[in-house]
């Protein structure tokens, strides 16, 4: 049997995303009270290469050689107000991640620290961490389908992380 | 949903038709068929079904109600005001509120059984659950 990763859908266990703030740069580790991102409809890790390409007399084919990478983490969610709004309506950059929400994280560019549970499977458990930042919030609704959802994307500085712990 | 399309359509206090409380049943016939003209509403059919299915939470669900209504009249004498009352009674569509609504439709059938003509309304109302 091939090792394919198939999580169930709608089990809160399998796919987890926490986000946290307050975190030095460079530290992955969350703190005690991370903000669990709830009702997600889809999410898609980008981690795309740049490429310098360049000719040679010698070849013909072009060499290519691959440099930074900009990674992010891309996803749908259905809005719930607790998380999306945060507790504190006007919060700051230096309130919780749970006091802000989503929305502000995203006003407040807030340096987010994240652990996305990529694999379920007690020992052989994946989680990719990383930092970045909430932007591309656009809550939409509409007659057909009156649940308010919106596009997210952390787009992370730095690299992302292969942990087996959260 | 059953007693709001009942109150409606008593409401309406339709000339030539009686509403009545009890269940379209059938014991041999069914009711509509043995007291025609008058409107007898069924009860509610109740299906669940994923709205918008979810990776880490329950889904978002949607409950389809549906609601039938019924009534015979004599085939060989279609009453002048008929065509007036099924449309009446498709009204009802719009007299429900329904929280979290996200469709409110009325379909009106008939079918002939014997002599007599069968209309059937049938009213669907779907919510977020």
């Given at each position: 049997?091939?090792?394919?990763?198939?999580?169930?859908?709608?089990?809160?266990?399998q796919?987890v995303l926490?986000?946290d703030?307050?975190?030095a740069?460079?530290?992955l580790?969350?703190?005690a009270?991370?903000?669990?991102?709830p009702?997600?409809?889809?999410?898609t890790?980008?981690?795309?290469?740049d490429?310098?390409?360049?000719?040679?007399l010698d070849?013909?084919a072009?060499?290519q050689?691959?440099?930074?990478?900009t990674?992010?983490?891309?996803?749908?969610?259905?809005?719930d107000?607790?998380?999306?709004f945060?507790?504190?309506?006007?919060?700051?950059q230096?309130?919780?991640?749970?006091?802000?929400?989503?929305l502000?994280?995203?006003?407040?560019k807030t340096?987010?620290?994240?652990s996305?549970?990529?694999?379920?499977g007690?020992?052989?458990?994946?989680f990719?961490?990383g930092?970045g930042?909430?932007?591309?919030?656009?809550?939409?609704?509409?007659?057909?389908?009156?649940v308010?959802?919106s596009?997210?994307t952390?787009t992370?500085?730095?690299?992302?992380?292969?942990?087996a712990?959260? | 949903?059953?007693s709001?399309i009942?109150?409606?359509?008593k409401?309406?206090?339709l000339?030539n038709f009686?509403?009545?409380d009890?269940l379209?049943?059938?014991s041999g016939?069914e009711?509509y068929?043995?007291n025609p003209?008058?409107?007898?509403?069924?009860?509610?059919?109740?299906?669940?079904t994923?709205?918008i299915p979810l990776?880490?939470?329950?889904?978002?669900?949607?409950?389809?109600?549906t609601?039938k209504v019924?009534?015979?009249?004599?085939?060989?004498q279609?009453?002048?005001?008929y065509?007036?009352v099924?449309?009446?009674?498709?009204l009802a569509?719009?007299?429900?509120?329904?929280?979290?609504?996200?469709?409110?439709?009325?379909?009106?059938?008939t079918?002939?059984v014997?002599d007599?003509?069968v209309?059937?309304i049938?009213?669907?109302f779907?919510?977020?659950?």
């Amino acid at each position: 049997m091939s090792n394919y990763i198939n999580p169930a859908p709608g089990t809160a266990s399998q796919i987890v995303l926490k986000l946290d703030a307050g975190i030095a740069l460079g530290t992955l580790t969350l703190g005690a009270s991370p903000l669990t991102v709830p009702a997600l409809k889809d999410i898609t890790m980008n981690a795309s290469n740049d490429i310098f390409s360049w000719s040679q007399l010698d070849s013909t084919a072009k060499k290519q050689i691959a440099t930074t990478s900009t990674n992010s983490l891309a996803m749908n969610l259905v809005v719930d107000s607790v998380s999306f709004f945060g507790t504190t309506i006007g919060s700051t950059q230096t309130d919780t991640v749970a006091a802000q929400g989503i929305l502000g994280l995203s006003r407040n560019k807030t340096l987010v620290t994240f652990s996305m549970k990529f694999e379920e499977g007690g020992a052989t458990d994946k989680f990719i961490k990383g930092q970045g930042y909430i932007t591309g919030l656009a809550p939409t609704v509409s007659a057909d389908s009156p649940v308010w959802v919106s596009p997210i994307t952390i787009t992370v500085t730095g690299d992302f992380t292969v942990s087996a712990t959260e | 949903m059953r007693s709001d399309i009942l109150a409606y359509i008593k409401g309406l206090k339709l000339k030539n038709f009686s509403t009545s409380d009890e269940l379209p049943f059938s014991s041999g016939t069914e009711l509509y068929l043995k007291n025609p003209k008058r409107i007898y509403v069924d009860v509610e059919q109740v299906e669940i079904t994923a709205f918008i299915p979810l990776l880490n939470s329950p889904d978002v669900d949607q409950s389809v109600h549906t609601v039938k209504v019924y009534f015979a009249i004599d085939a060989k004498q279609l009453p002048a005001d008929y065509a007036q009352v099924v449309s009446l009674i498709r009204l009802a569509k719009d007299s429900i509120t329904v929280p979290h609504g996200l469709g409110k439709d009325a379909k009106s059938t008939t079918d002939y059984v014997n002599d007599m003509l069968v209309t059937m309304i049938e009213f669907t109302f779907t919510k977020l659950i």
